[in-house]
Every structure is written in C-alpha cells, then in structure tokens.
C-alpha cells in the first residue's frame, strides 16, 4: 500500500517538487492514478490536459488543500496558490485581503508593497468590488507574492479575464517569475499561453502526465514563429485536438 508523504523538499534542493506514484480518488474512481512529476526550482511549467483530467486536482494537492492521496508528494513549505476567481473577501479592503491567512498579523505595508509590484498600489484601500476583473485578479496575485513563495501555483488564473487584459496578465506574470525566480506551475487549457510562458510544457491524461516538451524559445516570444508553430502543433496532437479546431477547443 502506497504511503501519504507529503511533505517539504529540502531547501537547498534543486528540485521544486517530487511525485512519486500518486493517486488520488473519487468514489472508487482515480481522478489522479499513478502520477510522477518533477519540478525544478526556479522552473516555469504549464499543465495542459482537457478537462476533468485531473489538472486541478494535481494542483489542489500540491497546494495541500487536499491530502486524501496516496503516493509521495514533496514540496516547498513555501507555496501559494491563484485560482481562477480571485476569492476576494467582499468585506475586507483589497490592502487585508492580501494578508489574508498570514501569520502574526503583518502591518499594510507588507501589503502595500506587494500590490506595487502588480501595478495595484493605488488601489490599496479600495473594496473588492470597485476592482476591475483585472485588478482583482492582480490583487489575488499580489496575496500569493505576499507569501514569498518558493513554489507558485497558477490554476487557470486568466481563464474569466478578456483578451486585451489577458494578454496584459501574462505579460505581469511572466515579469513576477522573472524578478522572483520561484518555481511556477501554471494550469491552463490555452496552448498558447503556455507556449508563451514556460520553460516546459506538459500533457495530462487519464490521470497522469502523458508528455512533456522543454520549451527553448527566445523571450520575448512570438507566436508567429515556425519554432512556435511545430510546437503547438505537437501540444495540439497530444491533447487529441485538430489544429484547424484548435481556437474553439483550447480556449
């Protein structure tokens, strides 16, 4: 029988994260079934994988939200999680909702300096639902940095924004990753985005991880290059979607 050991990484570990045979079920069903991983530190890797894979799932456990598992997963005690909602505690300014959950009680200034560094420090004081769907999601960002995370887990956090402030959203994150250096994981079902943004690209199937391609790319990235184009095609071919469907079926 396969042992819970999650637990931390050693802090002068290469290694962001170690899975080893992990599973995870649902009435008698493995949503996660014998999955392995290995993340680098200071490494930006995207998760594809059409829904109900276990995406989420994966996510969910390596932010240890949910231990019912067996298998080993070890990771940084310094991780943080951004979900696709902000999450947003309507009753509290935007500047206590970054602290949310920190321990001793660390004064706004913590705050106020986190939501600089997502261009929010204006916003400090205002409530949530003043906040624009953008600035709310920096605003959630912001609470994950505040954390000081070694490990930054990114569960489709652009997913419900509109396309210009999309774009504007990975371009903020890829510059976090660059200035912070933690390991990232981010879970998407945008082959593009993906492309864009990571350093490794990984498919997800039948509850574990499938494939996975480096992504050697120059930054800033273009999504017009032939490289990009080989690239998406294999990701789309993986993820059993034709390339002439692909905007309808990876968005």
């Known amino acids: 029988m396969a042992t819970d050991l999650h637990g931390p990484v050693s802090a002068r570990s290469d290694t962001a994260v170690r899975v080893e045979g992990l599973t995870r079920s649902f009435d008698g069903r493995a949503v996660v079934d014998g999955l392995d991983l290995t993340l680098r530190a200071g490494e930006f890797t995207a998760l594809l994988g059409r829904s109900g894979c276990g995406k989420s799932t994966l996510l969910r456990v390596l932010a240890g939200l949910d231990r ?125 985005e993906a492309l864009l943004l990571a350093d490794r690209a990984l498919v997800m199937r039948d509850g574990a991880i499938a494939y996975g391609t480096p992504v050697d790319l120059d930054r800033p990235r273009t999504v017009g290059s032939p490289e990009f184009a080989a690239l998406r095609s294999r990701l789309l071919t993986e993820l059993g979607v034709a390339e002439d469907a692909a905007p309808a079926e990876a968005a």
């Open 68 to 192: 019912d598992i067996t298998g080993t997963v070890l990771v940084p005690k310094r991780r943080a999680v951004a979900f696709q909602a902000p999450r947003l505690m309507p009753w509290k300014r935007v500047w206590r909702n970054v602290l949310l959950g920190l321990p001793d009680k660390p004064e706004r200034a913590v705050a106020e300096r986190a939501l600089e560094e997502v261009g929010l420090g204006e916003r400090a004081g205002a409530w949530p639902k003043t906040l624009s769907g953008g600035e709310a999601q920096r605003a959630s960002l912001a609470r994950a940095l505040v954390r000081e995370p070694d490990l930054l887990l990114l569960d489709e956090p652009f997913g419900a924004l509109d396309a210009l402030t999309r774009i504007k959203a990975q371009q903020l994150v890829a510059e976090l990753w660059q200035r912070r250096g933690c390991a990232v994981l981010l879970v998407t079902h945008d082959v593009d």
